[in-house]
């Protein structure tokens, strides 16, 4: 698939075990609620009616280093002004200033929340798993996509369902 039109609906993904994920597609998002490094609180029910992206992230992790500047650039840079869009970085359990100095140095403008103790992560993910990871909620507040890693194939679907997402409904 070259462009986004191609894709007609949402992948059905088989989640692998080994990605560690307690939540599946298809499921609701759980109630979460976070602080934003702008001291902002954001709720699930301030999610609703948007396509939303929650990418799992912290300042120690290499991969999570290589992906961030391709969800600013690619996904975060062309999607910022939809109101119908968000997209939060939660970081696992480090302290504010580590945050927000983690963001200078990725050169990342999308907003960054803290999850203390990971209370936010594990409502995600097992304990032990790894903290690369983004979900995809659509705006009914289904979960649709979820990734691991930074593998290019994914993260180009991950970019291909928010599109389709965001895209107007086919009128008649």
């Not at 691991?148 to 291909?160: A, D, G, H, S």
């Amino acid at each position: 698939m070259s462009t986004y039109a191609q894709l007609k609906e949402i992948p059905k993904q088989n989640i692998p075990p080994e990605y560690g994920y307690i939540v599946q597609p298809g499921q609701q998002l759980p109630e979460i609620e976070f602080t934003l490094t702008d001291g902002k609180t954001i709720k699930t029910s301030d999610l609703k009616g948007k396509v939303v992206m929650l990418q799992f992230t912290a300042s120690w992790c290499s991969v999570c280093r290589k992906e961030m500047p391709h969800i600013e650039n690619e996904i975060w840079q062309k999607h910022k002004n939809n109101k119908n869009f968000a997209l939060y970085g939660i970081d696992l359990d480090e302290p504010l200033d580590k945050v927000k100095k983690f963001a200078d140095d990725i050169r990342i403008t999308y907003p960054l929340a803290l999850d203390p103790g990971g209370k936010i992560f594990y409502t995600f993910a097992a304990p032990k798993s790894g903290v690369t990871r983004n979900v995809i909620i659509d705006k009914n507040g289904k979960i649709v996509y979820l990734t691991r890693l930074y593998n290019k194939q994914e993260f180009k679907e991950m970019k291909q369902v928010i599109e389709l997402l965001l895209a107007p409904p086919n009128l008649p």
